[in-house]
């Protein structure tokens, strides 16, 4: 589809910036706040890069105001960060602190001052350890109930100021690396405890969009996605079906459960033959059918490309053997098809035809079109991007940051976006990943997406001082003409 004239942006498009509370914040210990999966992690020697902490991060618990007001100068229009339920409940499930309760008030009344629309997500990954100890954490259906009650505290306190709510932050991204690879919390490679704990979270996103429905029934929520568009390598028909898979294996697993409410007929035949599909009860399948989110939160970096797995053509030749028989722990991937080592669906590849950032991500803003399409033409939710954005390692030239590249990164994937809007997709806004530099999780400081510069490293918290980038200049100016020139 060629457009020789793009449509407007929505007039009251949310152009904004996201955050994560525990890449941010800081005070990690501070007026009561418990201690979080991630600050265990953190401080575990080995896990992150150079042993990099949240503990001080940016220090936005300390630079509120501050961050806030930077954000007003830029004209944004919507914010969207993350509640540390380690704040508000510093055990996980027992009494609530009014400290934690009272810095996101400040934040949220800040936002409202300099009409900001908050966007308040509930989940960013940083589990309270004592929920972790006491319940094993997301296999336990334990940490559902705690859940609704952290979530009924917010709902209440904030339901008049908010209208824009996340439950969970890339539910597929989390769950893979703490179950699946190992490289976050609870660092475990067990597939078969990864569907139990993800269909844990899937009831529990149920039950928070049920209660949210209850108590907040102006506001609108949703779940953030992390979500790429499968691209098979070839056309050869073995490629394509392996792209069918693995578009299966890598996106309808979770967003069929939440615009659906029901798990993927082939995907979950594949992992009950494997034994390793979830204990699903009926009063669940209730649950999943009940709960309907209004929005579908997308977070966009890059898709994939897929070929079809070896494993599967030798399985093939050896007459159709059948993979239920074997043990699925004994299918270990070789390096490149370690994508989905339980059921040899396909073989992750390299696209010949992208370029990739420093840290090796893919570069395709088409397929931000592409991803804004499928998804809309599936489920037909509105769709909020909640993160897009280029990590990479500026360099402060005379007190200013120069980032050609952010602009460039930020300009296309706009212009798809902008695309995709003509094509017909409903969008309610746009939030780049992120509005100040913060902590990549694994990454260290120094991969930095921000349109402000913290000036602090991996070596040590320096000044703390906030540089407005030349992105900044530039992200406002779009935002003043609400994207007609992009
Ligand atoms: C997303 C997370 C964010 C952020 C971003 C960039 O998956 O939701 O919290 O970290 O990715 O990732 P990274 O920091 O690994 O570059």
Same mark, same amino acid.
């Given at each position: 589809?060629?457009? !020789?004239?793009?449509?407007?942006?929505?007039?009251?498009?949310?152009?904004?910036?996201?955050?994560?509370?525990? %890449?941010?914040?800081?005070?990690?210990?501070?007026?009561?706040?418990?201690?979080?999966?991630?600050?265990?992690?953190?401080?575990?020697? @080995?896990?992150?890069?150079?042993?990099?902490?949240?503990?001080?991060?940016?220090?936005?618990?300390?630079?509120?105001?501050?961050?806030?007001?930077?954000?007003?100068?830029?004209? +944004?229009?919507?914010?969207?960060?993350?509640?540390?339920?380690?704040?508000?409940?510093?055990?996980?499930?027992?009494?609530?602190?009014?400290?934690?309760?009272?810095?996101?008030?400040?934040?949220?009344?800040?936002?409202?001052?300099?009409?900001?629309?908050?966007?308040?997500?509930?989940?960013?990954?940083?589990?309270?350890?004592?929920?972790?100890?006491?319940?094993? @954490?997301?296999?336990?259906? %334990?940490?559902?109930?705690?859940?609704?009650?952290?979530?009924?505290?917010?709902?209440?306190?904030?339901?008049?100021?908010?209208?824009?709510?996340?439950?969970?932050?890339?539910?597929?991204?989390?769950?893979?690396?703490?179950?699946?690879? @190992?490289?976050?919390?609870?660092?475990?490679?067990?597939?078969?405890?990864?569907?139990?704990?993800?269909?844990?979270?899937?009831?529990?996103?149920?039950?928070?969009?049920? +209660?949210?429905?209850?108590?907040?029934?102006?506001?609108?929520?949703?779940?953030?996605?992390?979500?790429?568009?499968?691209?098979?390598?070839?056309?050869?028909?073995?490629?394509?079906?392996?792209?069918?898979?693995?578009?299966?294996?890598?996106?309808?697993?979770?967003?069929?459960?939440?615009?659906?409410?029901?798990?993927?007929?082939?995907?979950?035949?594949?992992? %009950?033959?494997?034994?390793?599909?979830?204990?699903?009860?009926?009063?669940?399948?209730?649950?999943?059918?009940?709960?309907?989110?209004?929005?579908?939160?997308?977070?966009?970096?890059?898709?994939?490309?897929?070929?079809?797995?070896?494993?599967?053509?030798?399985?093939?030749?050896?007459? !159709?053997?059948?993979?239920?028989?074997?043990?699925?722990?004994?299918?270990?991937?070789?390096?490149?098809?370690?994508?989905?080592?339980?059921?040899?669906?396909?073989?992750?590849?390299?696209?010949? #035809?992208?370029?990739?950032?420093?840290?090796?991500?893919?570069?395709?803003?088409?397929?931000?079109?592409?991803?804004?399409?499928?998804?809309?033409?599936?489920?037909?939710?509105?769709?909020?991007?909640?993160?897009?954005?280029?990590?990479?390692?500026?360099?402060?030239?005379?007190?200013?940051?120069?980032?050609?590249?952010?602009?460039?990164?930020?300009?296309?994937? +706009?212009?798809?976006?902008?695309?995709?809007?003509?094509?017909?997709?409903?969008?309610?806004? #746009?939030?780049?990943?992120?509005?100040?530099?913060?902590?990549?999780?694994?990454?260290? #400081?120094?991969?930095?997406?921000?349109?402000?510069?913290?000036?602090?490293?991996?070596?040590?918290?320096?000044?703390?001082?906030?540089?407005?980038?030349?992105?900044?200049?530039?992200?406002?100016?779009?935002?003043?003409?609400?994207?007609?020139?992009?």
């Amino acid at each position: 589809m060629y457009h !020789q004239q793009l449509d407007d942006f929505p007039e009251n498009f949310l152009w904004g910036a996201a955050s994560a509370a525990y %890449q941010i914040e800081g005070a990690y210990q501070e007026d009561g706040k418990g201690i979080s999966i991630w600050d265990t992690y953190a401080h575990t020697p @080995g896990n992150t890069y150079q042993g990099t902490t949240g503990d001080v991060a940016i220090d936005h618990y300390h630079h509120l105001e501050e961050d806030v007001a930077l954000m007003a100068k830029m004209g +944004l229009k919507a914010y969207r960060f993350s509640v540390a339920w380690s704040r508000i409940i510093p055990d996980g499930e027992g009494t609530v602190n009014e400290a934690g309760l009272d810095f996101y008030r400040r934040l949220i009344h800040e936002l409202r001052k300099n009409k900001i629309e908050p966007v308040l997500t509930l989940y960013h990954w940083d589990l309270p350890q004592a929920l972790q100890d006491k319940y094993a @954490g997301w296999e336990s259906r %334990q940490t559902i109930v705690a859940f609704k009650k952290y979530c009924e505290v917010l709902f209440k306190a904030f339901k008049d100021d908010v209208k824009y709510w996340v439950t969970f932050n890339e539910q597929n991204v989390f769950t893979s690396m703490g179950y699946r690879w @190992g490289t976050h919390p609870p660092k475990l490679k067990n597939i078969k405890k990864m569907y139990e704990a993800n269909h844990i979270i899937n009831l529990a996103n149920a039950e928070a969009i049920n +209660l949210f429905h209850e108590l907040v029934p102006k506001g609108l929520i949703g779940p953030s996605f992390g979500y790429g568009p499968v691209y098979p390598l070839t056309g050869d028909p073995q490629d394509v079906l392996a792209s069918v898979n693995a578009d299966d294996f890598n996106n309808n697993w979770w967003l069929d459960v939440y615009c659906r409410g029901e798990y993927p007929y082939f995907m979950l035949k594949q992992l %009950q033959k494997a034994k390793i599909a979830p204990n699903i009860t009926e009063a669940d399948r209730k649950l999943l059918k009940s709960a309907k989110p209004d929005f579908l939160g997308i977070n966009y970096y890059h898709g994939g490309t897929v070929q079809t797995n070896r494993l599967e053509k030798q399985a093939e030749t050896a007459n !159709q053997k059948d993979f239920s028989a074997t043990d699925p722990y004994l299918m270990q991937p070789e390096a490149d098809q370690a994508q989905s080592p339980e059921i040899p669906m396909f073989n992750s590849v390299s696209s010949p #035809y992208l370029a990739k950032t420093e840290w090796g991500w893919e570069i395709d803003p088409i397929g931000f079109r592409i991803a804004l399409r499928q998804v809309y033409e599936k489920y037909r939710l509105p769709i909020f991007v909640t993160e897009n954005g280029l990590g990479a390692m500026d360099k402060l030239e005379d007190g200013q940051i120069h980032d050609s590249y952010r602009i460039k990164y930020l300009q296309e994937h +706009l212009l798809a976006m902008k695309e995709a809007i003509t094509d017909g997709v409903e969008m309610i806004g #746009y939030c780049a990943w992120s509005f100040t530099d913060l902590l990549s999780w694994l990454n260290g #400081y120094r991969k930095r997406y921000g349109f402000v510069y913290i000036d602090r490293d991996d070596n040590g918290e320096r000044t703390q001082q906030r540089i407005p980038k030349d992105s900044f200049k530039w992200y406002q100016k779009i935002i003043a003409e609400n994207g007609k020139q992009i």
